[in-house]
Nanobody, 123 residues
Framework: QVQLVEFGGGLVQAGGSLRLSCAAS????????MGWFRQAPGLEREFVAA????????YYADSVKGRFTISKDNAKNTVYLQMNSLKPEDTAVYYC????????????????WGQGTQVTVSS
């Protein structure tokens, strides 16, 4: 398995930006599609974005399309989530995930999870 550690969460005002990072170690990072999920209190964990193992094909949830950008740096074993135009409804714990690109349709395609990082957007 690959081990994942997230960085970059915090408190930001609505309309602001944050960048999350996820550093991977362990098995070959290059072979994994990477993604981000989020979970707000009382709600199920939901898909946010994913990127193919090559780093060339991104996928986004409709709720973040046009505002969030996912990228993957295989040389640094790191995946990023740039979040712009943040809204209060983006408030959640954000989790990094490693698996296959199919994770966008189900968490069963996630092989490894990070510990999560809190993102809070104030209105």
């Amino acid at each position: 398995q690959v081990q994942l550690v997230e960085f970059g969460g915090g408190l930001v005002q609505a309309g602001g930006s944050l960048r999350l990072s996820c550093a991977a170690s362990g098995r070959t990072f290059d072979n994994y599609a990477m993604g981000w999920f989020r979970q707000a209190p009382g709600l199920e964990r939901e898909f946010v974005a994913a990127i193919s193992w090559t780093g060339r094909i991104p996928y986004y949830a409709d709720s973040v399309k046009g505002r969030f950008t996912i990228s993957k740096d295989n040389a640094k074993n790191t995946v990023y989530l740039q979040m712009n135009s943040l809204k209060p409804e983006d408030t959640a714990v954000y989790y990094c995930a490693a698996g296959t690109s199919a994770m966008r349709v189900g968490v069963q395609f996630v092989h490894s999870w990070g510990q999560g990082t809190q993102v809070t957007v104030s209105s």
